[in-house]
């Protein structure tokens, strides 16, 4: 499926996934994927970077950035160890897109998302008005969707999005729950369940404004998502801006 809609995906990443060890795809490959489906923008991550090494992983970003700046939007990973390492990866990599993309993964930093030492991140993120993607997990302990409305209260500048919505159907309650008493939060659609109907719930609760596209590419394959998406039972403006517009207004490239 060729999307007629030129997407602005919000969720993508770059490297190997440990779940995935015998799939690798390069970026011309990317690239190629993109293209099939007309993905005009995808905002990366590097996988190293969630898991072992963010220093590495934000250099890997950096090099896709300099060779398809067109093509790809730079997250800016950070972990809460080793203590002041994040606000030196925010500085060093904060040419990637201003304001900046901050990529927080509270599971596999194993910490919980609302713990002291990812506090000077969100100040960080609330200074300059970041807009950041936080992995979260269903009723997990350190990633759950719930926790991130006290945190969105508090650093009310911040843009959240609530990575995966939650991913499972009670997951996206939870982000639904959040998401109507939090403006500044949104919620992606990236993950490896689908449940019929929610995003027409999630439309009727929140507003199509507040819902982004993500694929996980490469890890899983952005045409079940965007299926979803066409499928769905809205009407072509709220999938306009779900696809496209919402995630360029928050990347400041309306237009």
Known sequence: ????????????????????????????????????????????????????????????????????????????TVNPYPEGQALVELEQWKHFHWPPLIKLHPALHQYPIHG?????????????????????WDSDPLCS???????????????????????????YHQALEVATQAEN???????????????EKMVAQVGAERILFGSDLPFLDAAITLGRVMTARISDAHKEAILRTNFLRLLGEEG
């Open 116 to 136: 002291p030492g990812y506090r000077p991140v969100w100040d960080y993120a609330n200074q300059t008005g970041a807009l950041v993607l936080v992995h979260t």
């Open 1 to 76: 499926m060729r999307c007629p809609i030129p997407i602005a995906d919000c969720h993508g990443h770059l490297g190997v996934h440990p779940d995935f060890p015998a799939y690798q795809c390069t970026l011309p490959e990317m690239i190629g994927v993109m293209d099939h489906l007309n993905l005009q923008v995808l905002a990366i991550t590097s996988t190293r970077a969630c898991y072992t090494d963010c220093p590495a992983g934000n250099a890997e970003v950096a090099r896709a950035l300099e060779q398809y700046p067109a093509r790809f939007r730079g997250y800016i």
């Open 145 to 171: 969707p719930l926790l991130l409305l006290d945190l969105a209260r508090e650093f009310s500048r911040t843009r959240i999005i609530i990575g995966h919505s939650g991913v499972t159907w009670r997951g």
């Open 185 to 199: 939060t949104f919620l992606d659609l990236t993950g490896s369940q689908s449940h019929r109907t929610i995003l």
